[in-house]
């Protein structure tokens, strides 16, 4: 790879982790005046739209129906469940604590790999499993206690991981068959036809208390944090190996909870400090390999973190 072509890809790599990293004190000040299901219905509607207009004149749009079918249920697992289980749970917890426990997607998709008998067990792996969840269980045992954060909101976002680790133990035979363009933007399309219907059920009362924040907070969601950093991560994954993608995104909960310190005014207590840490080692422990380990494993290209 060129120096050029270095700096657009790794560019377009630090673009999405910023955004992602940013995404979820978006959420939380958005969810301020937006109801959960008008937020993710226009976030998805402004998203699918940029999209489209990408994909139609490239003739991206058409797919067999079978893999409309494929690419349907998939959209079940995320962005519908995903981003139904992070959304309130960032609404029930602090930004922080939901980036570290999405940090540990790559981890739930390794042991659905193992269950599946598509990877191999190893101390390494082992021990990085049980000490990133360590700092997970310190983050939600002990941060209970921090302005703003729960226990329901925790937990909520751990469905958010079930959920994006299942995606991804599916994606990988439809990724042999649609491009990651198509991928995104019928995901998204589809994920329209569920919050579409929820979002009716707010009411339109909620638009009169909408501020010019709130309206910045929706458009950067659905432009930068969804349409924009989907395809700026596609591009990079054109060019560098998936765990390669994967491991950047433990870049991903610093950013959140330096901006939560920055811009919210978030205390950095000692606990979630450690914990931030002991989880992002372990996650990393996971997911590095050795020499005799650089054969194919399981496809991490959905284990990224997505706000």
């Known amino acids: 790879m060129s120096p050029s072509a270095a700096i657009r890809v790794y560019g377009a790599l630090s673009f999405s982790m910023l955004v992602w990293g940013l995404s979820f004190l978006a959420i939380k000040d958005a969810l301020a005046v937006v109801p959960v299901f008008s937020l993710l219905f226009f976030r998805f509607l402004l998203a699918t739209i940029l999209l489209g207009v990408v994909a139609v004149p490239r003739g991206a749009h058409r797919i067999a129906r079978r893999d409309l079918l494929t690419l349907a249920g998939l959209s079940a697992l995320s962005p519908v469940g995903y981003f139904l289980f992070e959304t309130y749970g960032v609404a029930n917890t602090q930004p922080s604590h939901v980036a570290v426990i999405i940090a540990t997607i790559p981890i739930a998709v390794y042991l659905i790999a193992f269950a599946r008998r598509q990877e191999h067990a190893s101390w390494r792996k082992?021990?990085?499993?049980?000490?990133?969840?360590?700092?997970?269980?310190?983050?939600?045992?002990?941060?209970?206690?921090?302005?703003?954060?729960?226990?329901?909101?925790?937990?909520?976002?751990?469905?958010?991981?079930?959920?994006a680790a299942a995606r991804t133990?599916?994606?990988?035979?439809?990724?042999?068959?649609?491009?990651?363009?198509?991928?995104?933007?019928?995901?998204?399309?589809?994920?329209?036809?569920?919050?579409?219907?929820?979002?009716?059920?707010?009411?339109?009362?909620?638009?009169s208390d909408l501020t010019t924040a709130a309206m910045l907070d929706v458009l950067f969601l659905g432009v930068f944090c969804s349409a924009g950093a989907f395809l700026a991560m596609h591009y990079?994954?054109?060019?560098?190996?998936?765990?390669?993608?994967?491991?950047?995104?433990?870049?991903?909960?610093?950013?959140?909870?330096?901006?939560?310190?920055?811009?919210?005014?978030?205390?950095?207590?000692?606990?979630?400090?450690?914990?931030?840490?002991?989880?992002?080692?372990?996650?990393?422990?996971?997911?590095?390999?050795?020499?005799s380990e650089a054969g194919p494993g399981p496809d991490v290209t959905g284990t990224i973190a997505k706000g």
């Open 126 to 163: 082992t021990a990085g499993i049980a000490t990133a969840y360590v700092g997970v269980l310190l983050i939600i045992g002990f941060g209970r206690g921090e302005a703003g954060a729960s226990l329901l909101g925790d937990l909520l976002v751990v469905g958010a991981v079930a959920c």
């Open 169 to 207: 133990s599916l994606i990988k035979d439809a990724l042999r068959r649609v491009t990651p363009l198509q991928l995104t933007f019928y995901q998204f399309a589809f994920s329209l036809l569920v919050f579409g219907p929820l979002a009716a059920t707010d009411g339109l009362g909620w638009v």
């Open 236 to 291: 990079a994954l054109a060019h560098l190996t998936a765990t390669r993608v994967a491991v950047t995104a433990n870049v991903i909960p610093p950013i959140t909870l330096i901006a939560e310190i920055t811009l919210l005014g978030a205390p950095l207590t000692p606990i979630k400090g450690i914990g931030t840490a002991v989880t992002l080692a372990g996650v990393l422990l996971t997911q590095w390999r050795s020499g």
